[in-house]
């Protein structure tokens, strides 16, 4: 049995991809696969529609917001954010929490003027900065709510006098949240929503078209909105992958369940890094993430070694990011409980053997 405790693209249940693959061979009763039904057709715009109906029940997204399915990934939403929400002559406001969030601000740049509020930089991103002023004169607010190469994640939602923007990629479905705090939230969909090749955007309808910039059609999010995702041809496939998933989630009780058994996952690992002597974690207590959990050894020689256990046990995806070093455990909805165990046991085996 393989644990993958890789940090993506698209960790999602069993059962979620085993459902997807018959789709490939048969989509329901057309007689054709998901892959080639037309865009355009009943069958596929009612899987686009149940797609967002359950985005919306999911998240509890209010009336006033729209929610898009587009490709390019986070990164190209990078751009796209300033594109739609600077004015030419405006100033955003960006909070520098790790590599993802500084290649939002460098976009921006751009676009407009960008006044990084606070940075963790020095500290190699092991922290989330919190005591910054957020400029009232601003369009808008940037921040990252999950730093997915550091393991630091900022579970309150700054106060802002201002529209709040956030890339929630890699924790997006994994907590509560309230819609109506954010201007717009984006999240490129593979970690716990379905395969990369889409992109999740809510956004605040009245934030639209006040730039006074010409935007190519393809990055407007009004085109987008009035073409119902459908601007251009969709990421079919990985749209109907994330409408399985989000049933999945449904179905084990929604975001609160998640929530509940991804506080048990995270606690269970960091307590076990706490307590054995061969381990420590890198991401400042209070930030810690629930969904990539960051760590290294006290003596470096042992990681090697550590790493060959780790893949005898089946453990995929544990070393660490290049920026860190050591191990990261990323944890996301799919992962279970029965494999952070399984970690846990081969991190106090490991202990024994090597104390
Ligand atoms: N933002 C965050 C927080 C991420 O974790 C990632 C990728 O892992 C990205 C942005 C970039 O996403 P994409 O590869 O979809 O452009």
Same mark, same amino acid.
């Given at each position: ?13 069993? &059962?979620?991809?085993?459902? /997807? ?6 989509? #329901? ?16 715009? *009612? ?14 997204v ?6 898009? %399915? ?21 100033? *955003?406001?960006?909070?520098d ?20 509020? /606070?940075?963790?930089?020095?500290? +190699? ?5 919190? +005591? %910054?002023?957020?400029?009232?004169d601003?369009?808008? %607010?940037?921040?990252?709510?999950? #730093? ?25 479905l ?15 969909a593979?970690? #716990? ?23 190519? *059609? ?24 994330s409408?399985?998933n ?10 609160? &369940? ?17 307590? +054995?002597?061969? %381990? ?5 207590? &209070?930030?810690r ?9 006290? #003596? ?10 780790? &893949? $005898? ?37 490991? /202990? $024994?053997?090597?104390?």
């Amino acid at each position: 049995m393989k644990h993958n405790f890789g940090a993506g693209p698209c960790i999602l249940p069993q &059962e979620v991809f085993k459902e /997807a693959s018959q789709a490939i061979i048969e989509f #329901n009763d057309t007689g054709l696969s998901i892959l080639e039904i037309s865009h355009r057709s009943k069958a596929f715009e *009612a899987v686009i529609e149940e797609t967002e109906a359950l985005v919306r029940e999911l998240l509890s997204v209010p009336a006033g917001y729209s929610i898009l %399915f587009l490709q390019g990934g986070a990164s190209q939403q990078f751009a796209v954010v300033p594109m739609n929400l600077l004015p030419q002559t405006g100033k *955003a406001a960006y909070l520098d929490s790790g590599t993802w969030a500084s290649k939002a601000y460098k976009e921006a740049q751009k676009f407009g003027i960008v006044q990084v509020v /606070a940075s963790s930089k020095e500290a +190699n991103y092991t922290y989330v900065p919190k +005591n %910054f002023e957020i400029p009232a004169d601003a369009a808008y %607010f940037h921040y990252t709510s999950n #730093n997915t190469i550091y393991g630091t994640e900022l579970f309150e939602t700054p106060k802002s006098p201002i529209p709040i923007v956030c890339d929630m990629s890699s924790d997006i479905l994994s907590r509560e949240i309230t819609v109506s705090d954010y201007g717009l939230i984006y999240a490129g969909a593979q970690k #716990n929503m379905g395969p990369a090749g889409v992109t999740l955007v809510i956004v605040k309808d009245d934030l639209l078209g006040k730039t006074g910039r010409d935007i190519p *059609a393809i990055f407007d999010y009004r085109k987008h909105i009035e073409a119902k995702s459908l601007y251009n041809t969709p990421p079919v496939y990985a749209i109907y992958v994330s409408l399985l998933n989000l049933r999945w989630l449904k179905a084990k009780g929604g975001i609160v &369940e998640i929530e509940r058994e991804n506080i048990i996952k995270a606690r269970t690992l960091y307590d076990e890094i706490e307590r +054995n002597p061969l %381990f420590k974690g890198t991401a400042a207590v &209070e930030d810690r993430s629930r969904m990539n959990v960051t760590f290294v050894m006290e #003596n470096p020689e042992l990681e090697k070694a550590f790493l060959t256990l780790a &893949e $005898e046990r089946g453990f995929v995806g544990l070393k660490g990011h290049r920026s860190v070093g050591g191990f990261r455990a990323s944890i996301y909805n799919a992962l279970t409980i029965t494999s952070i165990n399984a970690l846990v046991d081969a991190m106090q085996e490991f /202990a $024994e053997k090597n104390a």
